[in-house]
């Protein structure tokens, strides 16, 4: 192995990646909340101290926690905290505003879509983001959502007798059941509004473009878009890569 190892600190989970020094080519997925699963990870990938690492997230306690661990072994930690990190141009009102996973997905979509050829980026997570990247690789914002989970868990929290609910990929309406209502609504709610995006998108900006899609719930919504799209799970942790700072 000649590259680091790039980490994604998400609210619900931790992505390493194992790195060549061109590409990610092995992934674990991680509690954010359990050092005893990040020795197990380190010892099964027969990690040394002093191993380079560069970390992102958009929940900095948890960050802060790994981050600690992390150099209490002696390793090289870079950490990316702001959009002056990223070799990523910006047209938004507020810049350190912007999730620092949206950018990196920003940044690994301009690797690999055509030039001149608009980019939508769909990260689908415990929220939904859907931004968007024109031709000239410029970050011009997007849109975020409840997730499926956030979805149903509101449901459940914010009334009295809705039932917490699983998602179900194939869940279809009309529900004949409430918990069948509830799994039909949060599917479609989420797969329709990023449709809808899509074609808010194409309205404002009548160009050509491709479509980039990851997150933990990304197959389930590739399955349901009727569009050609690229399926790419490790989109974030490429952008982190491509972000690292040269040594």
Known sequence: MS?????????????WGLCSSAQVWSVAFLSADDPDAWHAQWRDWQ???????VVASVHPPRRDALVAWLRERGDAVTVLESYKDLPIKLDVEVPE????DRLLNAVAANLRRQENVAAILIDVGSAVTVDYVDGAGVFKGGAIFPGFGLMAQALHDHTALLPVVTLDPDALPPGTATREAIQAGILHAVVGGIERLIVE???RFPCAFEIF????????VAAKLHRPIHLWPEMTLEGILHSRPLR
């Open 213 to 220: 899609l990851t997150g933990g719930d990304a197959r389930t």
């Open 47 to 53: 990690l040394q101290p002093g191993q380079e690492w």
């Open 3 to 15: 590259g680091p190892i790039v980490v994604d600190v998400g609210n619900t989970r931790i992505k």
């Open 201 to 203: 998108y194409q309205h």
């Open 97 to 100: 505003k912007v999730g620092v």
